[in-house]
Antibody, heavy 118, light 110 residues
């Protein structure tokens, strides 16, 4: 079964850091681009970042550029999101998504919740 | 950069047909594929339409997608509505390596 499982969310103070992980199984992880998408409470979906299959191409939303870093370890079938200098507006459920053609997500994880509050 | 605009909400009765629109603010709707995601409360999004009008395996043929260059918009049509179709629906396209989402439409089946 194709599956993505996020972890690493939690409560963090403004200015703090958090590292999210996404464990992939049931498919050849190294063949796919991957993305992070977030959803603030009661709000819509917001794309955060993408990484190509070999990590050659990396992109960020303007709202997180310079603060977040996406990475992957194909040997461990894992995707990561290092989040630094967190702000209240980063509070959201963070989803990882597989991107078969780079431009859309066909498989999504269940999400992990990040709350930034003092 | 462009934006995708969706109606905030739509409602229809079981068994009927509903269409949700997604209008692109600039550039041609046909320039980049449009996808549609369904999100039920408390759940992750799932893909119901990809590449304008393709259905993933397991998605019933009651779901269909199209684009209209004259209105520069994409549409998701759900026929034979069921109560289980009640959810939020998001359109999504692609621009300069970034995913662009519409604001979402809440579908109520009553």
């Amino acid at each position: 079964e194709v599956q993505l499982v996020e972890s690493g969310g939690g409560l963090v103070k403004p200015g703090g850091s958090l590292r999210l992980s996404c464990a992939a199984s049931g498919f050849t992880f190294s063949s796919y681009s991957m993305n992070w998408v977030r959803q603030a409470p009661g709000k819509g979906l917001e794309w955060v970042s993408s990484i190509s299959s070999s990590s050659s191409y990396i992109y960020y939303a303007d709202s997180v550029k310079g603060r977040f870093t996406i990475s992957r370890d194909n040997a461990k079938n894992s995707l990561y999101l290092q989040m630094n200098s967190l702000r209240a507006e980063d509070t959201a459920v963070y989803y990882c998504a597989r991107a078969p053609a780079g431009s859309w997500g066909d498989v999504w994880g269940q999400g992990t919740t990040v709350t930034v509050s003092s | 950069n462009f934006m995708l605009t969706q109606p905030h909400s739509v409602s229809e009765s079981p068994g009927k047909t509903v269409t949700i629109s997604c209008t692109r603010s600039s550039g041609s709707i046909a320039s980049n594929y449009v996808q549609w995601y369904q999100q039920r409360p408390g759940s992750a999004p799932t893909t119901v339409i990809y590449e304008d009008n393709q259905r993933p395996s397991g998605v019933p043929d009651r779901f269909s997608g199209s684009i209209d260059s004259s209105s520069n918009s994409a549409s998701l049509t759900i026929s034979g509505l069921k109560t289980e179709d009640e959810a939020d629906y998001y359109c999504q396209s692609y621009d300069s390596s970034r995913w662009v989402f519409g604001g979402g439409t809440k579908l109520t089946v009553l």
